[in-house]
DNA sequence: ATGAAAGCGCTAACAT
DNA sequence: ATGTTAGCGCTTTCAT
C-alpha cells in the first residue's frame, strides 16, 4: 500500500526519521522550529504510525484481552464500555472475549490471549480456582470479582460479603423474616458465590434471625431462564410465599433475580407483596422491570479504571501482584422490596 | 523478555527460520519427518509466534474494530458476542468501542479506527448519513443495520421493513386498529427509524386502516429512560388506552419497548389489556419481562457471520463492496401482544 | 538538538 | 524440500 512512513515524512521534511519519531511521540529535544515543521509535513502527507511496527519495536502487541462471562449480559456490557473507555486514554486495544461462565471457558480465554499476544488479561472470573490461576505462565493478568487474593494475581474485588450483607438487612429491615440465597452453582472456594453466602448469613445472625430460617437455593446456572426455573418451583411448591414460605430472597446477581421473580409471577405470587426479592449488579434494565429491581450496585467506572490501571501497571513492571482492592458500592433500594 | 523466536526453534531443530515458519503456518513443502522434528521443539521450547511481528511483515493489525451504539444494550452485546466468536475463527482480535448512537461517536469510531490501526470496522450505525460514509477514506468497512446502499460501503442490513411491518401485521391481527410509532429522533434519511416506519405503514395500508390512526411518536433517544417518559406520557395523556386512545405499539427497538412498558404501567394501563406493545431486536431479557416482550428477532447469528466475512473479503481484495444483504428474522409472539 | 546504525521477529521472493 | 537474502516501520543506543 502506498502508506507513508515516517521516512518518508522525513525525507518531505528535511530531517532524519528519528527526528519525526520523537515529534510524533512528543519527547523533548526537539527545536520549535522543528516541531512546526516536522508537524506540517505530518498533516500534509497524511502520515499515520504503523501500529504494528512500533508494537515489534516495543515488543508489546498493544491489545489487551478482556474476558466476562457472558457478553450479552448487560452487566458485563456496563463493564466492558467503561474498560475499554480507560484502556483507550491508554492508546490500547481492548479484545473482548465471553467464557461463557465455565472453567474451561476460563482456561480458553488465557490461551487465546497467549495465542494472540495479549499484552495483558482482565478476566471476570467465576469458575477457576486460585490454585489454577497462579500455576498459569506468564500474562500479566487481573481478577475481576473474586476475593480473599492469595496468590500471585493482581485482583480487583467487588464488595460481594458486605453488599450481600446490606442486601439481605434491607430484607430483613423490610419485614422478611425467613429468607432464601439463590445462587448459582456449588463449586469451588473462595467464589462470590460463598463470599455473597456468608454477608447474607452475618446479616441473618445480626438480626438475631434463627439461621435454619435461611434456605440456600442452588440454581444451575446463572442465567434468567435458570433463575426462573427456580422462582416457579419455589412458588409452585408452596416454598416462596404463604405464612411460612420464603419471604424474602437475595439472587446472586441482577441476571438470575430477572428471571427469579418472573418464576415467582409464573407461580401466581406477587412481588414484592408475597416475597421481596434483592439482587447483585445494578444491571442498567433493572429500574423498568415490573417490578423494579432492588440491587447491590458496584461503582462500576472505578472498577475499570483500577482494573486497567493496575494492569498496565503489571505489564510495565512485571512486579507482585499489589494488596486487592474492593470496589465501593451502594444499595439501590427499588419496588421489589417494596421501595 | 526471553521470548523464543523462531530463529531459536530453527537452531534447535537444525533447520532454517523459513522451514519452521512453513511448519508453523500449516503451508505445504515440509518433509512429515522435519514437520514432526519442528513441532517436537516447539513444544519444548514453549515457542509461541510473535504477533507483532507477523503482522508488521503482512502490513496488518490484526484487529478489527466493532463500533456499537452502546454496550450495555444486551442487543449489541449479542451481537458483539457472535462476532467475536466469527472473527477469532479468523485469528482477528476485536476491539470493541461505543458510539453512543451519536453521529460524533460513529465519527470518533472511525477515527480511532485509523489512529489504532484497526484492519477493518464493523460499524452498527445509526446516526452517520450515507454521503459522509462515501467520502471516508481507506478503510474496509462494514455497516450493520441501515439499507438502500448506494454508497461504496459493505452492508449487512436488518430486515428492517418487513420485520416492522410483520410486528404492525400482527398487532392488527390481534385487534389494534389504533396504532402508534414510537421511534427515536427524526434525523437523516434513510435510516433504521424511516425504514421501519415505512414497514408499519405498509401494514396498515394492508390492513385497510386509515392512516389517520397511525400516529409517529418521538423519542428523544433510544433507551429505557427516554422510552418511559414516553409512555408515562401517552398514559396520562390519554393518547394511550381508553376507548380512543392508541391501542397497539410498535417500539423502534426492544430497548426502547421494555422503557415504554414500564411507562404505561406508571401511567395505570395494563399491557396487553389496555395497549399491545412489539419491539425490535430479540433481546434476551424480553423473554422473562411482566409482560414477556413480542419482538422482531433478526437471525444475529447469520448477521454476525456475513458481516465479519464479507469484512475479510474487502479487507484482503479491497474490491467494491458487494451486494446489500439482508437479515432472516422470525417474529417471536409474546405476552405484550397476548400471545 | 539532531542523526546514523542496528535490529525487533517474521516471511515473500528467489535460490539451490 | 529446504535455505538465503532482504526488508516490513519503528525506536534504542550511541555518535556528533
Known sequence: MGAVTM?????????SPMTVSNVVNGRAGVSDAVRRRVMETIEETGYRINVAARNLRAGRSGVIGLAVPELDNPYFGELARRIVAVAGEHDLRVAVEETGAAPEGERGAIRSSKRLDYDGLILSTVGLDMAELTTLPQLP???????????AVGHIALPNADGAQAAAAHLIDRGARRLAFVGGPDDRE??????????VQAAVRAAGIDEEDLRL???????????RAVGRRLGEQGAAGGPDGVDGIFALTDTLAVGLIRGLVDAGLRVPEDVLVAGFDGIGVGAHLTPSLTTVEPDHDWTA????????ERIAMSGPPGEDEIAPFRLVVRESTGG
Chains 1, 2 share one sequence.
Open 7 to 15: 521516512s518518508d515524512v522525513a525525507r518531505a521534511a528535511g530531517v
Open 141 to 151: 493478568l487481573m481478577l475481576l470479582g473474586e476475593r480473599e487474593n492469595r496468590s
Open 190 to 199: 473462595p467464589t462470590i458465590r460463598s463470599m455473597r453466602w456468608d454477608g
Open 217 to 227: 437455593v442452588d440454581c444451575e446456572m446463572l442465567t434468567m431462564d435458570a433463575g
Open 305 to 312: 479504571r483500577r482494573a486497567v490501571e493496575r494492569l498496565l
